[in-house]
Structures are given as C-alpha cells and as structure tokens.
C-alpha cells in the first residue's frame, strides 16, 4: 500500500517538474504557472 502511494507521489512531483521544464523552453502555453520560467531554471 504504501509503495504504491510512493510511487504516486513521485510521479506526480516528477510531472510537475516536466510543466516547469515544458513552460521554459516554451513547447506549449501552460497558464496554470503564471511565473515565467528561465531555461537553465527549466533544466535545474
């Protein structure tokens, strides 16, 4: 049980992770983040 809520919470931090990556190097408008993101912020 608990590994499976482990792994649920690390895919989620991962995903955002991948929305903060995504905004900087601009590949799609993501409006939830209204903060702009660097790109070496987006690949840290």
């Known amino acids: ?10 895919a989620i931090h991962g995903f ?3 929305m903060g990556f995504i905004k900087a190097f ?3 408008e993501i409006n939830q983040l209204a903060q702009d993101i660097s790109k070496p912020t987006g690949l840290l």
């Open 1 to 10: 049980m608990f590994r499976i809520l482990f792994v649920f919470i690390v």
């Open 16 to 18: 955002i992770h991948l």
């Open 26 to 28: 601009k590949l799609t």
